[in-house]
């Protein structure tokens, strides 16, 4: 059974940091082959990408309102992504999901909950 489980959510104040942590298992292919990302749904509002990078992270993407702010990294002997969030701001409050896409193999984790306080 392939599970993503997210940790590393809480509470924070405006322009403070937290690192969100996926853990992989149970996946039919390598975590290796994977293209990993992180995603965020806040109240009211349809979930959106945040970052995502290839397998072997040669290539990433940044939503445009957390470049500069946010880094993705992926540890593929551990099976685990990153997210490391700096400069928090209110606006960054969401569930975050963890996502792993291989072709047509995509899975999402249950989310952890970021709030950013002001």
């Known amino acids: 059974q392939v599970q993503l489980l997210e940790s590393g959510g809480g509470l924070v104040q405006a322009g403070g940091s937290l690192r969100l942590s996926c853990a992989a298992s149970?996946?039919?292919?390598?975590?290796?082959?994977?293209?990993m990302g992180w995603y965020r749904q806040a109240p009211g509002k349809e979930r959106e990408v945040v970052a995502r990078?290839?397998?072997?992270?040669?290539?990433?993407y940044y939503a445009d309102s957390v470049k500069g702010r946010f880094t993705i990294s992926r540890d593929n002997a551990k099976n685990t992504v990153y997210l490391q969030m700096n400069t928090l701001q209110p606006e960054d409050t969401a569930i975050y999901y963890c996502?792993?896409?291989?072709?047509?193999?995509?899975?999402w984790g249950q989310g952890t909950q970021v709030t950013v306080s002001s």
């Open positions: 996502n792993a896409q291989y072709y047509r193999a995509d899975y």
């Open positions: 990078m290839d397998w072997n992270g040669a290539s990433t």
């Open positions: 149970g996946l039919i292919f390598t975590f290796s082959s994977y293209t």
